[in-house]
């Protein structure tokens, strides 16, 4: 039974459609840390992801299993006596020595073996291209591909709501998700989307679509910009410029060119890269933004880099836009994976350490708060970008550090940990993957591109380099010795999403969700007045927003839509009414 107020306002959501962005030139991946410059052939080594401690301990061992304790050994019983010559032999009884019982293996946490597939060079752009690719990851024997869809608001696609890549070498009227995911599904591979969810333009190579977004809303859009800034108005990283979370019209367009792909395309799931802000802190200054952030929380000025109070801010707009993608992707299609690629900066915390990961570089510069995300089920997945280099310093430790960390705070989520194929030689990356999956994690490798050191630093070929990598993960003991199956469903198979209109201002409001006269969940509002909840019990639920009440149902599976709540602030809020 539905309850509505006096006031009710149906309005459907709109999700902007823009164009897309520009291509990004060089090697880049999901990358959670900067990439160091492609060396030159002469072999310069690649700069450390993280930084570096003097000291170079040795490569971790791999993990070992238990040994086996031995049996006890039972004391011989002493001889019976004998009363005399012609007395029967007394018989001894047989004690049989306990046996000890099996080692119980828990199960996996994930069984993910997967690998990434950029479209920064060869590998999507061309029929043959992409049958190569599949052959390839078919014999070194991964489960799951990774594959770039969205790259900076261009798509290796044609229908996306962004528009395709614009790439000289891009063969004309094809579509690479289309092939990749056919192709991939007959050899038993799933095909996961990967988004670059704020990428907005490369000016160094530009898509030249007159519909892309950086054309529409890029640098020199004045007032319908829609770029993240410093508090100087710049916009560039490098040669990269990011969309801001917190302007809702470039959350419309992002949350968008993500759903498309699942609206429109057979592939298992979505990751979400480039999910956070620029490295540094100092973004978001858009006036937009600051315009938001003032009226939603009361505070005069501009704010620091460094102020609290505006980090938290910014950080709940990027677990907003988590939530809302990964609410409209399961209205498409509750069996699609949600799977984000995270950032795992420096030292590691402790396992279940939240207050030390909250100082860390990946909760106060970017604005991740992936362990929320688990947490909450935005995330069906988390696939760490845990590139490290066990040659440099305490990188090693780190790489096995941010892994036990992620597995601790999981909640319902699966875990994978991402090894940067790229920064290391086959040795070391196979013992990465080893140790990875010997905690139950699942693992990916960064990239089919640049599957080692000496390929990135064009001392071998591709085809080289995936030949080595493939005996050293298939050895005896290696994480690719065998073929694993990931075929399950993901843990998050339903939800509740909702809206509020009719105020100036949408964001920051407090919603709550009732079960059986319990507060069983909270959240707030994003800029546009959505609001979600992905972890409720299936069953009645009451949603309490701005005066506002709606009774509804949630399914078992699937997503429930309320409809738009209207809600004034120039008059008390009006009392719930209507029919339970």
């Known amino acids: 039974m539905k309850t509505l107020s006096p006031v009710r306002l149906a309005l459907p959501l709109t999700l902007l459609l823009a164009g897309a962005v520009l291509p990004v030139a060089g090697a880049t991946a999901p990358t959670p840390e900067p990439l160091p410059p492609v060396p030159a052939p002469v072999v310069p080594a690649p700069a450390p992801v993280d930084p570096a401690p003097p000291a170079t301990p040795a490569e971790p061992a791999p993990v070992q299993p238990a040994p086996v304790p031995p049996a006890p050994v039972v004391p011989a019983l002493p001889a019976a006596p004998v009363a005399s010559p012609l007395a029967p032999p007394v018989s001894v009884p047989v004690v049989p020595a306990p046996v000890p019982p099996a080692p119980t293996q828990p199960a996996p946490i994930s069984t993910v073996r997967g690998l990434w597939v950029d479209a920064f060079g060869p590998g999507l752009k061309t029929r043959q291209q992409v049958a190569q690719v599949v052959e390839d990851a ?304 699942g693992w990916v490798g960064y990239s089919y591109r640049t599957p080692t050191l000496d390929v990135y630093g064009t001392r071998q070929s591709t085809g080289q380099g995936l030949e080595a990598i493939r005996a050293a993960l298939t050895a005896p003991g290696g994480a690719l010795a065998g073929r694993v199956d990931w075929q399950v469903k993901p843990p998050t198979l339903r939800g509740l999403s909702g809206r509020i209109v009719g105020t100036s201002v949408l964001g920051g409001r407090a919603v709550e969700a009732v079960q059986g006269a319990k507060v069983v969940a909270r959240t707030t509002t994003d800029g546009g007045g959505h609001y979600g909840f992905l972890t409720l019990p299936a069953g009645p639920v009451e949603v309490r927003v701005g005066g506002q009440r709606w009774a509804e149902a949630v399914p078992e599976v699937g997503v429930v839509r309320l409809p738009d709540l209207l809600v004034r602030d120039s008059v008390a809020a009006p009392a719930a009414s209507g029919k339970r």
């Open 138 to 441: 078919a014999r070194l024997g991964v489960n799951t591909l990774f594959v770039q869809a969205v790259r900076r608001g261009d798509c290796l696609c044609l229908r996306a709501s962004v528009p395709p890549i614009t790439d000289k070498d891009f063969e004309k009227n094809f579509d690479p998700l289309t092939i990749v995911t056919r192709l991939a599904h007959a050899r038993g591979m799933r095909v996961i989307a990967w988004v670059s969810v704020t990428g907005g333009v490369n000016a160094r190579v530009p898509n030249t679509s007159p519909r892309h977004v950086s054309r529409l809303h890029g640098p020199t859009a004045g007032a319908n910009s829609w770029m993240s800034r410093r508090p100087d108005g710049s916009w560039q990283e490098g040669g990269d410029g990011w969309l801001d979370p917190a302007i809702p019209a470039a959350a419309d367009h992002m949350v968008e060119s993500v759903v498309s792909l699942v609206r429109n395309y057979p592939v298992d799931g979505v990751q979400l890269d480039r999910i956070r802000y620029p490295d540094g802190g100092a973004w978001g200054y858009d006036p937009k933004t600051l315009a938001r952030y003032r009226a939603e929380t009361g505070t005069k000025g501009t704010p620091a880099a460094s102020d609290p109070r505006w980090q938290a801010w910014k950080r709940e707009q990027v677990t907003a836009l988590v939530r809302r993608v990964s609410l409209e992707v399961k209205a498409v299609r509750p069996t699609a994976w949600v799977t984000a690629a995270t950032i795992t900066y420096g030292a590691p915390p402790a396992p279940g350490d939240l207050a030390a990961f909250r100082k860390s570089r990946t909760y106060t510069d970017v604005l991740q708060d992936w362990p929320t995300w688990m947490r909450e089920g935005y995330l069906d997945l988390n696939v760490l970008m845990n590139y490290k280099r066990d040659t440099v310093g305490e990188q090693g430790e780190w790489l096995d550090g941010w892994n036990a960390f992620a597995a601790s705070v999981r909640g319902r989520a699966e875990v994978a940990g991402g090894t940067a194929l790229y920064l290391n030689t086959p040795a070391v990356t196979a013992s990465q993957a080893r140790r990875t999956v010997a905690t139950g994690l």
